[in-house]
Nanobody, 116 residues
Framework: QVQLVESGGGLVQPGGFLKLSCAAS????????MGWYRQGPEKQREKVAA???????VYRDSVKGRFTVYRDNAKNVMYLEMNNLKPEDTAVYYC??????????WGQGTQVTVSS
């Protein structure tokens, strides 16, 4: 069974930078469109960004120009670089297949807190 492990979260001030990682237990990035999701306090989970097997990317409007998704197929790792972070980016971030997520693949996520 595929396991996804997110890491790299933390506490950062507004305007700061974080780089999240998503490590997969199997070689899935060449097969699946993969995405980053987030769930803020008392909010529903939302799509953040995604990357296709061919390297095409898509972002939600609120993170365009600030976030970058990419992956390393050789290492089975996907990344999310987040620049100019805002308090509204505070959430638990998850990776999974896109656009709906595979039910058994949801991991624990990694907490991102943007606060001064």
């Amino acid at each position: 069974q595929v396991q996804l492990v997110e890491s790299g979260g933390g506490l950062v001030q507004p305007g700061g930078f974080l780089k999240l990682s998503c490590a997969a237990s199997e070689d899935i990035f060449k097969t699946y469109v993969m995405g980053w999701y987030r769930q803020g306090p008392e909010k529903q989970r939302e799509k953040v960004a995604a990357i296709t097997s061919g390297g095409g990317t898509v972002y939600r409007d609120s993170v365009k120009g600030r976030f970058t998704v990419y992956r390393d197929n050789a290492k089975n790792v996907m990344y999310l670089e987040m620049n100019n972070l805002k308090p509204e980016d505070t959430a638990v971030y998850y990776c999974n297949s896109f656009p709906y997520g595979t039910r058994d693949w949801w991991g624990q996520g990694t907490q991102v807190t943007v606060s001064s």
